[in-house]
């Protein structure tokens, strides 16, 4: 009976758990947002490539809860962990900017390295996007991306070399 009690208690805990709210801004699949990318990089438009990505609002309450290092034994603070993911993403787009703003590029494919799953979404990294333009073959305007309810944006512009 106490096991019984017990597993209609957690059933109720879950249960009532607050559903994560849906990322801004995302796009039916990583080809959409690399299409995206592509054409914001391009014009160097700077407020369309920030919206492509992940915020702090949404990192703070979708993102961040399932994250290791949000455990308390981990010690490390939402700041900080925030403060260092956007300064390297921001560098890391501004970098990318000098390099392809004002380059025309079609996308052909999206290919991943790594993909981690969390429990309400993915990180699938090392994206690259084979393209047809005018140098390279293939090019990388992200480091990540984020699968959220069938939905993908921008996880950060850090591009691992």
């Known amino acids: 009976m106490r096991l ?42 700077v407020q369309a490539l920030e919206q492509l990505a992940l915020s702090e ?22 700041s900080y962990v925030w403060g260092d993911l956007h300064q390297k ?8 900017l000098a390099k392809h703003k004002g380059h025309k590029y079609t996308l052909d494919s999206v290919r991943f390295g790594e993909v981690t799953e969390y429990p309400t979404f993915k990180v699938h990294r090392d994206s690259v996007f084979i393209v047809r333009g005018p140098d390279e073959p293939e090019i990388r305007l992200c480091g990540s991306m984020i699968e959220a309810d069938g939905r993908w944006k921008v996880f950060s512009f850090v591009i691992d070399e």
């Open 4 to 45: 019984l009690i017990a597993a209609a208690g957690l059933v109720f805990v879950i249960s009532c758990r607050p559903t994560p709210a849906p990322l801004a801004h995302t796009q039916e699949s990583a080809e959409v947002v690399a299409t995206a990318l592509m054409a914001a990089m391009a014009s160097g438009d």
């Open 57 to 78: 609002t949404e990192f703070r309450q979708r993102i961040w809860p399932e994250l290791p290092a949000s455990r308390p034994e981990r010690n490390l603070p939402f």
């Open 89 to 96: 993403s921001n560098q890391s787009l501004q970098q990318l």
